[in-house]
């Protein structure tokens, strides 16, 4: 069974910055596309980024491009996702997820994705 524990979430002003954390266990995330996925208040989850297995492809969302990285260290079974320039609007809970399937991209929609950590909240004052 895939475990995904996430942590680094907190409270921190507009402008600020956040490291998220990502931990598997049950796994190897080798070979596995990594992503992360928020959900505001009243909102939908969505896509924020992804990497590809090896690190050589990243992904993100429009509106995150240029302010975060996603990083991963396969030999930690570790998922980053360095959060800079920090905004109110960024303010959700943070989810990590992997795919069922090796070599797989995987898209934006959740629903293409098969484990997922309980999430960590991020909270951006204005």
């Known amino acids: 069974q895939v475990r995904l524990v996430e942590s680094g979430g907190g409270l921190v002003q507009s402008g600020g910055s956040l490291r998220l954390s990502c931990a598997a266990s049950g796994r190897s995330i080798n070979g596995y596309t990594m992503g992360w996925f928020r959900r505001a208040p009243e909102k939908e989850r969505e896509f924020v980024a992804r990497?590809?297995?090896?690190?050589?492809?990243?992904t993100y969302s429009d509106s995150v491009k240029g302010r975060f990285t996603i990083s991963r260290d396969n030999a930690k079974n570790t998922l980053y996702l360095q959060m800079n320039s920090l905004k109110p609007e960024d303010t959700a809970v943070y989810y990590c997820?992997?795919?069922?399937?090796?070599?797989?991209?995987?898209?934006?929609?959740?629903?293409?994705?098969?484990?997922w950590g309980q999430g960590t909240q991020v909270t951006v004052s204005s």
């Open positions: 990497i590809t297995w090896f690190g050589t492809t990243t």
């Open positions: 997820t992997t795919l069922q399937s090796p070599y797989n991209l995987g898209s934006p929609r959740p629903s293409d994705w098969a484990y």
